[in-house]
């Protein structure tokens, strides 16, 4: 089961080998690729011409052409969905400044020091929780401003690890 969110509009697409399923109801059409990034489609006698216009692999998010019409097109997987639950997902992260631990856990590793310039994306701490090792990550680009744990800290939720400028 995944998760498309369409210009803010929310869909649970199932697929299978026999079938395709779009909020429980039947989906039927077919899809031809023209040539690469751009394709044709044919669902209820009505011709539509794709194009993908562009991707973002890392945030699973893509634009694509239908016609003249632009969507936005945001992907979830089961996998996802566990993150957004644990609290652990890009949605419960700030831009900058206070990078809170998302569960209580054990701080295996600080991966950056005072006064480090970093970029989106960039691992910043390795927490233990749950039995499993989490990477959390900067959200935005900035500057590390101060570290308020070190390794073998315990942590709880919502604790504030590291202050971002």
Request: cysteine-free; glycine content about 6%.
């Amino acid at each position: 089961m995944h998760k498309a969110i369409i210009d803010g509009k929310e869909f649970r697409v199932e697929s299978t080998l026999k079938e395709k399923t779009i909020n429980g109801k039947l989906f039927d059409a077919d899809i031809i690729e023209i040539r690469k990034g751009k394709f044709h489609i044919l669902r209820n006698n009505q011709s539509f011409l794709g194009e993908i216009v562009e991707v973002n692999a890392v945030e699973k998010k893509i634009s694509v052409k239908i016609n003249q019409s632009v969507y936005h097109v945001t992907v979830k997987d089961k996998y996802d969905e566990l993150l957004h639950d644990l609290g652990l997902d890009a949605a419960n992260a700030k831009q900058a400044g206070d990078v809170k631990a998302p569960m209580p856990g054990l701080v295996l590793n600080v991966m950056v020091q005072p006064g480090q310039k970093i970029q989106k994306g960039d691992a910043l701490i390795v927490l233990e929780a749950m039995k499993m090792e989490n990477i959390l990550k900067a959200a935005s680009d900035g500057e590390v401003k101060k570290i308020l744990v070190k390794k073998g800290d315990k942590v709880e939720k919502n604790q504030i690890m590291v202050n971002l400028v």
